[in-house]
């Protein structure tokens, strides 16, 4: 396993003066601010997917899951 050093974060921050706190928050906001989006935000435009996704066979497949999920969920219940 990786060696790894146990620091705590915030007992080192009071060892630190004000001037000092001002300039770790203001990297630490300016490395946030810079970050990427994740993925999950980004939505694929291709347009074999969308079309696929919209359709019929598509669709009914997704009710049918739904349906069984529920009736799922009731015998688990009434059992």
């Known amino acids: ?8 974060v915030a007992s080192e921050i ?3 003066n004000d001037k000092e706190t001002l300039e770790v928050l203001d ?20 347009d074999l997917i969308v ?10 497949a997704r009710q049918v899951f739904e349906w069984e999920r529920v009736r799922r969920q009731n015998t688990q219940r009434a059992a």
């Open 1 to 8: 396993m990786v060696n790894r050093k146990n620091r705590n």
């Open 14 to 16: 009071d060892k630190l």
């Open 27 to 46: 990297y630490i906001s300016e490395l946030l601010s810079t970050r990427r989006p994740k993925s999950k935000d980004l939505q694929p435009n291709d």
């Open 51 to 60: 079309s696929l996704s919209d359709a019929y066979e598509n669709k009914r």
